[in-house]
């Protein structure tokens, strides 16, 4: 199973909005709308900040949204705060009955 | 509140075998699945396999074919991963990481996560 698809890289000023998106197929994002997105900053474990598409956990600011159009999650994020620039990665389950990660956008902001 | 905890991880010549151990608390162990996760230095996240809560199903990636196993042991709150034929890029953080359910059914996700237990393999 192919990594999902994520630019390495995206930047943005505070206050500012940015997007990421995460490219599928049909046998995983297109299948199911079970894809999640997960924050890690360096040397930290990965935190979960949304979920089936586009659910926050408990705690997670509102300022993190999802989506999905076709086989494309996105992530957007708003009112860009420091404690933002972080990695960030999506992560689908697949109609193999496995799960995938995308290859991780570094946020810099 | 929820903790998990790696450990088994060092150094392993190649061609070596490992277990992993990952104990958790603050929660019904027994009743969720448990996720294996792996990160290579610098790297991104790659999927190893899920256990489901009382053992009977498991769900392994692709990355490792038939080299990794996965068990549990709900009177301990411990799941195992044990690997074989460890090659050089098997080197990696590896994370347990906790189901919001039973790990049976697909619609997966990791709400939890431990600090991670680093595996290197050199010789």
């Known amino acids: 199973q192919s990594a999902l698809a994520q630019s390495a890289s995206v930047s943005g000023s505070l206050g500012q909005s940015i997007s990421i998106s995460c490219g599928g197929s049909?046998?995983?994002?297109?299948?199911?709308?079970?894809v999640s997105w997960y924050q890690q900053h360096p040397g930290r474990a990965p935190k979960l900040i949304i979920y089936?598409?586009?659910h926050r956990p408990p705690g997670v600011p509102d300022r993190f949204s999802g989506s999905r159009s076709g086989t494309t999650a996105s992530l957007t994020i708003s009112a860009l705060q420091p404690e933002d620039e972080a990695d960030y990665y999506c992560?689908?389950?697949?109609?193999?009955?496995?799960?995938?990660f995308g290859g991780g956008t570094a946020l810099t902001v | 509140q929820v903790q998990l905890v790696e450990s088994g991880g060092g150094v392993v010549q190649p061609g070596g075998s490992l277990r992993l151990s990952c104990v958790a608390s603050?929660?019904?162990?027994?009743?969720?699945?448990i996720h294996w996760v792996r990160q290579a230095p610098g790297k991104g996240l790659e999927w190893l396999g899920v256990?489901?809560?009382?053992?009977?199903?498991?769900y392994l990636g692709g990355s490792m074919g038939g080299r990794l196993t996965l068990s549990r042991d709900n009177s301990k709150n411990t799941v195992y991963i044990d690997m074989y034929s460890l090659r050089p890029e098997d080197t990696a953080f590896y994370y347990c990481?906790?189901?919001?359910?039973?790990?049976?059914?697909?619609?997966?996700?990791?709400?939890?996560w431990g600090r991670g237990t680093l595996v290197t393999v050199s010789s």
């Open positions: 603050g929660f019904t162990f027994s009743s969720y699945g």
């Open positions: 992560s689908s389950y697949t109609t193999r009955s496995t799960q995938v």
């Open positions: 990481a906790k189901d919001p359910y039973n790990g049976r059914q697909g619609g997966w996700r990791f709400d939890s």
């Open positions: 049909i046998t995983d994002i297109g299948a199911f709308g079970y």
């Open positions: 089936e598409v586009s």
């Open positions: 256990i489901s809560y009382d053992g009977s199903n498991k």
